[in-house]
């Protein structure tokens, strides 16, 4: 009777009216080059956070920024239109952000990377102030870095603080060992039939990728996530062995996939169906908001990617290429 | 739509009252021998049905329009007149009860 998803729906769709359109994003691809680029996104709802990006001897740096801020500005006005259990829900969506902005942090510190290079990689979105996340890159290592986070990071904070005090020191396990507790948290935190469906699709998928990368070592149940529907742990098993049949057809061509990249494109196309079918099964839910951030996340990530491209001169079949693989 | 049915369940025991109080009243006009008066009591129960059960409709439809619309026009104002067109829409619920209401009156 009195559900509040009536109200925050209506706004995200209007949100989602100011996403720019595939037509829009066709012909950025298309401009001759970097300037004609910038004219051309001039002209789309991206032109309010612009700013510099459009300056003379402006680079990619402002554009990067001008992107991240609008990002920023849609996550902040997604946040404040929740209160109460939408608003918890909602952040319990967002805590996705955290975890690709520590898996960022993770593979940055354990590599040696510059703490700049790192900070370019991360997502202005999720929970965590981004000062704090700034703070992070700079870690000398994984224990720091985990030290770090388990004070201001949040959830996810401390899910690395409790894998790296559990022994995980591999990429790997620090990776599964954080999907993991995301995924503990995220279904935790929301309650609506349909975005919980969707969970399951995002973790079995999840599993499959984890399979399929430990292919060649020997499998092992520990990398495994509970909580999907389709693929079971002695699925998981089967398919680290070397097995390629799924249960579910939909799930069938990541496992047969003839690479990683592949599969990993496969599933993203696969993930966006399920966001898209979500976001209208769940009228009065967060299935709206979670198919909303998936949109934002992609309109700017494929901006960046056009946006690079048209500065370094790639040809429009390699555009398409990476947007593909995107 | 399981929420709109539990909203409407919250109805029943007011016109589950209504029926059964109508039907004594009828009974007892019916038993002075009255019979004119027994129609007339059931015409008054059937316009106050049409009436009131048209516009708990309304209510019932108007409340996710309003909230919907709300949230549309406080991203878009300029969606105002569209959004105040859906809104008005179940008030057609209303206003079929308010016709069987004044020919049961009439």
């Keep these: ?326 | 739509m399981k929420n709109t049915a539990f909203a409407a369940a919250k109805y029943l025991p007011a016109l589950t009252a209504m029926t059964l109080f109508g039907s004594a009243f009828a009974q007892e006009a019916a038993a002075g021998g009255d019979a004119g008066a027994t129609a007339a009591g059931l015409k008054a129960i059937g316009a106050g049905l049409a009436l009131g059960l048209g516009a708990v409709g309304t209510g019932l439809a108007q409340g996710p329009i309003g909230a919907a619309a709300a949230g549309v026009v406080a991203e878009r104002p300029e969606k105002f007149g569209q959004m105040a067109i859906w809104f008005f829409i179940p008030e057609t619920l209303v206003i079929f009860g308010f016709v069987g209401f004044f020919l049961l009156r009439g």
């Design chain 1, 1 to 326: 009777m009195n559900n509040p998803y009536g109200y925050i729906n209506g706004r995200v769709r209007m949100m989602r009216t100011a996403l720019v359109e595939a037509r829009a994003l066709d012909e950025a691809a298309s401009t001759v080059n970097y300037q004609e680029f910038l004219r051309q996104i001039s002209e789309t709802p991206l032109r309010e956070d612009l700013g510099d990006a459009t300056a003379q001897g402006a680079g990619l740096g402002q554009l990067d920024e001008a992107l991240s801020r609008n990002y920023l500005r849609s996550v902040a006005h997604l946040r404040s239109i929740a209160t109460g259990q939408p608003a918890r829900e909602i952040e319990a969506l967002l805590l996705r952000y955290d975890l690709q902005n520590v898996k960022t942090l993770v593979r940055g510190v354990l590599t040696g990377r510059p703490a700049d290079d790192i900070v370019a990689g991360l997502i202005p979105a999720g929970t965590m102030p981004w000062p704090v996340l700034q703070g992070a890159a700079q870690s000398a290592d994984v224990p720091s870095l985990a030290q770090t986070l388990s004070v201001a990071g949040g959830k996810i904070g401390q899910i690395l603080r409790a894998a790296v005090a559990g022994g995980a020191s591999s990429l790997l396990d620090l990776e599964v060992a954080l999907d993991q507790g995301y995924y503990r948290a995220v279904l935790a935190g929301v309650r609506g039939t349909n975005v919980r469906r969707y969970f399951t699709r995002e973790i079995d998928i999840r599993n499959l990728l984890i399979a399929r990368q430990l292919r060649g070592s020997a499998p092992n149940a520990r990398y495994f996530i509970p909580g999907g529907r389709d693929v079971t742990e002695s699925d998981f098993l089967r398919i680290a062995g070397g097995d390629n049949s799924v249960g579910s057809p939909e799930l069938q061509a990541i496992a047969e996939a003839a690479d990683l990249g592949t599969a990993e494109a496969i599933a993203r196309r696969t993930l966006d169906q399920a966001s898209r079918n979500v976001a209208m099964a769940d009228a009065l839910g967060p299935g709206v908001a979670l198919d909303y951030l998936r949109r934002k996340e992609q309109e700017i990530a494929r901006m960046r990617l056009i946006g690079r491209a048209k500065y370094y001169g790639l040809s429009k079949e390699e555009l398409a290429k990476e947007l593909q693989g995107e």
